[in-house]
């Protein structure tokens, strides 16, 4: 028996269908088509109309139906192109995936065990976990502090942006930096349209300082996954990946620390 379309899906690809021309490399649509396709459709909008869109971005991944119109080695992704205005783009890496080979690093747990004890699986407790254990400092060699939490602006062409945390940070030499922060907890999955915006806030509010944007996933309990960006000739790239085990001090080895110190930076 096949299984229905929920109401995401069957919305999202009634304005693809509708938008799309063949050999389109961008298919342009707004929020208010949202609304008109859900009527056309007789379907009920949930009062947070922007969780359609969320959940193409980090949940789940955009309906077959639309999936089989990108060309080979590219996916389509949602972008937004200004207030109230998207499009379905292709990109190269829609998504952010740990990679399932790379070695972990134990680091001793200094996170209050109340927190430890009320922490949720979400993003705010990654964050909150991430800030204990000093992990973008360790992951940067950039001594960072925390500058402000969820961070929204406007940024032209794109639209209203948030980010979850801003670090600012200063090195040995004196320059100084700017780590956006997107973080994701649960089943729900890095973008990499989140990263585009993090440069683009950094080109808007920080122009001054080194913009290294960041993302964090949890793998599973106690392990964190950490990535950093830089921009080329072919757009956002993946410049280091870190997988940090936090765990009690007693369970760091002579083993572990002999192999941390031999293993190239």
Sequence with gaps: MVKPKNRYTQIIESI??????????EVLFERDDLVQTAEKLGISLPKNLGDVLYSFRYRVCLPETIKKYAPEGLEWVIRPIGKAKYKF?????PRIIPNELLAETK???????????YALNDEQALLAIIRYNRLVDIFTG?????LQNHLRTTVPEM???????IYVGVDQRGAQYVFPVQAKGGSDQLGIVQIEQDFALCGRKFASLICRPIA???IKDNCIALFAFEENEKGIAVSAEKHYHLVDS???TD??????RERSF
């Design 89 to 93: 783009s292709l990109s190269s890496m």
């Design 159 to 165: 639209g209203q942006i948030e980010t979850d945390e």
């Design 216 to 218: 964090a996933q949890f």
């Design 250 to 252: 007693e369970e760091m």
């Design 255 to 260: 083993d572990d620390l002999k192999t941390y």
């Design 142 to 146: 950039v001594t960072c502090y925390s």
């Design 16 to 25: 693809f269908a509708q938008k799309y021309k063949k050999g389109a490399k």
């Design 107 to 117: 680091i001793p747990d200094a996170t209050p065990g109340i927190i430890l004890r």
